[in-house]
């Protein structure tokens, strides 16, 4: 398993078999979750597009966008090449795309329902690849097989931007896990420590490593290289 084991993984792996509360429980906040994202995500947003080295006229991959916030700044930035997003959910994946054709009607792109640990997309198709908060979502077997896909989806010499929820907060770590035991299909666990590590073991290297707060809310920002 790439050097992770469920027993030694922190605060509870979850089970493999929550990927379909999960899909359902992010159907349904697909409406509302734009403000959660703006309070929470968007400074750390920002960061990752900066420091993730993308151009104009690439081949871009978002996974997991969630209701499209960074997606459609992709997009922007990318408005001469193509960006494809996918997210589990497919009220989150239909809202991402609607949002991003209205406000970008000349961009090429699509946004569909995508399973991150198996994605219909072929091998080095991209020259970067984004993907933020998900990996808090999978169990520890499913999160070394989506870094696997991402490696499969991206060139060589192609970039990763991954965003994590940060653990350097005692009392924010303490909250998160209380949150996470109650529903843990839509907060998951923390997994942010062993992200570096992760990222090793699925041959990435680390090019860029920023932590970013908002208010309260702690991210962290890793960029690697294929
Ligand atoms: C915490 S939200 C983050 C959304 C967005 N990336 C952001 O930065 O605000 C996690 C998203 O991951 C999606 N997701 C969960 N499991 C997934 C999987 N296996 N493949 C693709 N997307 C998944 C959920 O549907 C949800 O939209």
């Excluded at 499209?68 to 009220?91: C, H, I, Y």
Aim: with cysteine.
């Amino acid at each position: 398993m790439d050097g992770l084991q469920e027993s030694t993984w922190p605060l509870r792996g979850l089970p493999a078999t929550l990927a379909d509360r999960t899909r359902r429980v992010y159907d349904r906040m697909a409406a509302v979750y734009p403000v959660s994202t703006m309070l929470f995500h968007s400074r750390a947003h920002r960061c990752a597009l900066e420091a993730s080295g993308i151009r104009d006229g690439m081949s871009v991959l978002e996974v997991a966008t969630g209701s499209g916030e960074m997606f459609r700044r992709l997009v922007r930035a990318n408005g001469g090449g193509t960006t494809l997003g996918g997210d589990l959910s497919p009220n989150m994946a239909a809202r991402t795309l609607k949002s991003a054709r209205r406000r970008f009607p000349q961009a090429r792109t699509l946004c569909q329902a995508v399973d991150a640990r198996h994605m219909p997309f072929r091998s080095e198709a991209f020259d970067a690849v984004f993907c933020c908060y998900l990996l808090e979502l999978l169990s520890a077997e499913d999160i070394a097989g989506t870094l696997r896909e991402f490696r499969r989806v991206l060139r060589t010499g192609g970039r990763l931007t991954l965003v994590l929820i940060g653990q350097d907060a005692r009392w924010f770590n303490a909250a998160y896990r209380l949150a996470g035991r109650a529903a843990p299909a839509f907060w998951g666990r923390q997994v942010e420590r062993r992200a570096p590590e992760l990222l090793i073991s699925a041959q990435f290297e680390i090019l860029h490593d920023r932590a970013v707060r908002q208010s309260f809310y702690p991210s962290r920002v890793l960029v690697a290289r294929k």
